[in-house]
């Protein structure tokens, strides 16, 4: 039988006994695959067929469906016997007919009950016999026990066999082997061969009175078994007879067949016999025709399946476009497992159904003949076609990227760890900005996912992969390239070719691009563009301040009291008419108007604090840990502390929930960010991705939290590491008197830090302003700094505070920079004789 017919008749039968699609599919994929493996014989147009007619089936089914499948329900063992019959007859293997007839059992099992241990030790009898006489044949087989015993393993209950109860061929010679082993069995080509002619010799058979009135087999066979009455009462009574196929010895082991007998004078049963009978004639009628004739299937000849078991554990949620190098387009949807158990995986059919319903009609557009397949398939199309580039194209296409890799030298890892590259091999990666593409060569292997990659200017380059060889081997180093939406060709004008020879080992381990450099510490993925190849910076991403050893910083709840929070608010403490406790610190008043930026007046003194640090500003300390760090036997002349302006947010003791107003900074980055490298030689910066309105908040200044005495040490001992220029907590500092060393406290990020850690200096008019918040503790000693928008900040400009150096200060325990902020104020005018570049 032609593999198409076969496929055919599988959907055919397998929708008249009431599978849903989600069962059949998985059948007629595999029967496809095999078929298009071994033929190619069903094309394109066939799987859309095939798609269609499953379609059309789930579309018509309504109430007729219901009418006939309940009718079917009645006739359990009918429809087992009949799916079995009918897939063994199309080829299937055991392993394939087994999980449905198990389904099918498990399905009245559960709803009418129907079908008794002895049914389906009838019906297992029959598989095993099956089974069991190929064994027969075939020697090789191992299924059999000698001591006449199922193997351990049996499944379910009820596929027991109970073969001192029945009436089998098998009852003197063997026994039957475990459905597991059955299972296992897989036909070898010659049975497939014969089941095929088998299938369409049987089917195209008319029944005789000798066979009864469902003549499912024209064979004479051996081995007959009559089984016990399946129904009782009045019920249909049916008998399963296995017969053997007589032609079956001329290629070894051959399946054995069910047949359906009915007894006649059960009148009962006409209607139901009628459904069989039907069946069965339309069957026969069918494969009557020439087997090239196709036009009277309304069936289906492929079709495209969702993964839908990858689709049910995955706990992602995304939809993924990606085309191969052979040019096909996929899309794939990946939901949440946390929908729930009241979802249920839809059928491509039902969800091509249900768009089709929802979108074509309700936006109007229906047209006759679009349908969402067609509009899926031209999407895909028109995907594929705008990402190819013809070759007259100037950018260049991946794939041709790739297989110029494969033709170039690649280095081994004695190049890599010497550093000695050949400098004209050696370019990682270099914008090529005449070109307007992307060159990639050499020691990048591109895999493409987009057939096209243009150039930096249109930054069409979001779903490139990028593996470098570290070591000699690829794959080790592997990166997405992405690109950010709102990245404009601004942006990419800016970033230059690098020269060729100064490509180093670190180039090796440095990428053009990461995705997120706090790996998934923030709600938000902060990038990093490494538009000049430097390497990337070292340190360890933290979102919250950490302690280490000496840093005094013991809070707990009980030490605040309720006279410094809000255990009485609720909601959202900003909408209330009266301010609450935790207004107090900004001046009786919240510091943050709804929608969380800082309030215009309360911003504005902050930042003439720094601006114009007058006598009034600074308070000063009896005994300042600052000088005393510098020199521990003395104790140092106060030099003074800003006074600070301090926001208090509403905290766990607060009545108010997550929502309240009241609180910004605790709530981590909500702005998107991007680290990059300064074209100005300041090393690393931070940017903005988008635009900032004035006081919106950025993001706090998170590192770890030491003892003044501790990052003294730190910078005295500390050679090889870049310092970030660190936060002294030092807003209390002048008020206690004299502060212990455990007391006095700094923020250093060098080792541990987030993004603002990359925040540079500019003198005086800098786009941010710190300010401290307490979250956790109205004491003074420990508080998060953070910064927000001095003004408004344009997409894609540099985020920039004054560290507040005194770059004339040649004691103070990090040594201060070069400073290059090129603002009109810079205050490091000094001669460069006391300049250091740290
Ligand atoms: C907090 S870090 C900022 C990130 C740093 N640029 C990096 O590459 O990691 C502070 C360091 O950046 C450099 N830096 C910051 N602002 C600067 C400026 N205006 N001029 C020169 N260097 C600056 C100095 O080396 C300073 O020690």
């Not at 009918?86 to 099992?109: H, R």
């Not at 020269?499 to 691009?513: A, I």
């Not at 925040?759 to 508080?783: G, K, M, Q, S, W």
Request: glycine fraction near 6%; include cysteine; aromatic fraction near 8%.
């Amino acid at each position: 039988m032609a593999p198409n017919i076969k496929v055919a008749r599988a959907y055919k039968a397998m929708k008249a006994f009431g599978y849903s699609s989600r069962t059949v599919k998985p059948v007629l994929k595999n029967l496809l695959n095999v078929y298009d493996q071994n033929w190619e014989l069903i094309e394109d147009e066939k799987y859309k067929i095939l798609l269609d007619a499953i379609i059309e089936s789930e579309e018509c089914k309504g109430d007729k469906m219901k009418e006939q499948e309940h009718h079917l329900l009645d006739e359990p063992q009918r429809k087992l016997a009949k799916t079995y019959e009918t897939m063994k007859a199309l080829g299937y293997s055991q392993q394939m007919v087994e999980p449905i007839l198990k389904n099918f059992l498990d399905l009245y099992d559960q709803n009418w009950e129907l079908i008794e241990d002895e049914q389906y030790r009838v019906l297992l009898d029959a598989i095993l016999e099956n089974e069991e006489h190929k064994g027969e044949e075939n020697k090789q087989q191992e299924s059999y026990k000698s001591d006449g015993h199922i193997e351990n393993g049996m499944p379910e209950r009820r596929y027991r066999l109970r073969s001192q109860t029945l009436k089998t061929s098998t009852s003197s010679g063997h026994s039957s082997p475990s459905l597991k082993e059955a299972a296992n069995k897989q036909l070898g080509s010659c049975d497939k061969q014969k089941m095929t002619e088998f299938g369409h010799h049987h089917l195209g058979t008319k029944k005789t009175e000798a066979e009864g009135p469902y003549p499912l087999k024209s064979h004479q066979g051996t081995g007959i078994i009559n089984s016990p009455s399946y129904c009782s009462g009045s019920e249909l009574t049916e008998k399963i007879q296995l017969l053997h196929d007589e032609n079956s010895e001329e290629c070894g082991p051959q399946p054995l067949e069910l047949l359906l007998t009915d007894d006649a004078d059960d009148d009962d049963c006409g209607s139901k016999k009628n459904v069989l009978d039907k069946y069965h004639t339309d069957a026969a009628n069918e494969l009557e025709q020439s087997p090239g004739d196709y036009s009277e299937f309304e069936v289906p000849l492929a079709i495209i399946l969702p993964d839908e078991e990858m689709n049910a554990t995955s706990n992602a949620s995304q939809l993924d476009i990606a085309s191969s190098s052979s040019g096909e387009a996929q899309i794939s949807i990946t939901y949440k497992s946390s929908l729930g158990s009241n979802f249920c995986v839809p059928t491509l059919a039902e969800v091509l159904r249900q768009m089709d319903e929802d979108f074509l009609d309700s936006y109007g557009i229906r047209q006759p003949g679009l349908f969402v397949t067609k509009f899926m398939k031209d999407l895909c199309e028109c995907f594929l076609a705008a990402g190819t580039v013809s070759k007259d194209d100037k950018g260049v296409s991946l794939a041709n990227v790739q297989s110029d890799l494969y033709t170039e030298k690649k280095f081994d890892s004695q190049d890599v760890s010497s550093g000695s590259i050949n400098n004209e091999k050696a370019l990682c990666i270099v914008p090529n900005i005449s070109l307007e593409a992307l060159r990639v060569e050499n020691l990048i292997e591109v895999v493409p996912q987009i057939p096209r990659l243009h150039g930096l200017n249109c930054l069409d380059f979001r779903c490139c992969k990028i593996v470098l060889p570290l070591n000699g081997v690829y794959g080790e180093n592997c990166l997405n390239l992405k690109a950010l939406d709102n990245l404009n060709p601004s942006t990419a004008s800016s970033m230059m070719i690098v020269p060729e020879q100064n490509f180093t080992h670190n180039m090796l381990s440095s990428t053009y691009y990461v995705e997120d450099i706090t790996r998934g510490e923030e709600e938000l993925k902060v990038s990093l563009m490494n538009e000049f190849n430097e390497s990337q910076p070292n340190f360890k991403y933290i979102a919250k301040n950490i302690s280490y050893r000496n840093a005094y910083l013991q809070f707990s709840l009980a030490r605040i009291s309720d006279d410094n929070c809000c255990s009485n608010c609720f909601g959202d403490c900003l909408s209330s008419e009266i301010p609450c406790a935790c207004a107090s610190e900004a001046g009786g008043d919240f510091a943050y108007v709804p929608g969380g930026l800082v309030k215009e007046k309360f911003l504005e003194d902050c930042i003439s604090m720094y601006h114009s640090p007058e006598q009034k500003n600074l308070i000063y300390c009896k005994d300042c840990p600052l000088e005393r760090s510098k020199n521990k036997s003395l104790s140092g002349k106060c030099k003074g502390h800003l006074f600070r302006k301090f926001i208090k947010e509403c905290w766990y003791k607060c009545g108010c929930g997550m929502k309240c107003g009241n609180r910004v900074v605790q709530r981590g980055i909500t702005v998107r960010l991007q680290v990059f490298m300064t074209p100005e030689g300041k090393g690393w910066g931070l940017r903005t991705l988008e635009g900032l309105p004035k006081g919106a908040f950025i993001c706090e200044y998170v590192g770890e939290v030491v003892t003044n005495m501790e990052l003294f040490d730190r910078n005295k001992t500390n050679t090889g590491e870049k310092n970030t220029y660190p936060v002294l907590l030092d807003a209390d500092w002048g008020t206690e008197g004299v502060l212990k060393d455990e007391e006095a406290l700094c923020l250093d990020a060098t080792f541990y830090g987030n993004v603002a850690r990359f925040i540079n200096h500019r003198c005086d008019d800098a786009n941010l302003v710190e300010i401290p918040v307490e979250v956790e503790t109205p004491d003074h000693h420990y508080y998060h700094v953070a910064f927000f928008a001095t003004r408004k900040i344009n997409a894609l400009e540099e985020l920039t505070w004054d560290y507040g150096i005194d770059f004339n200060d040649d004691a103070h325990p990090v040594k201060a920079f070069q400073c290059c902020c090129g603002s009109q104020f810079c205050r490091d005018i000094k001669p460069l004789k006391r300049r250091r570049i740290n």
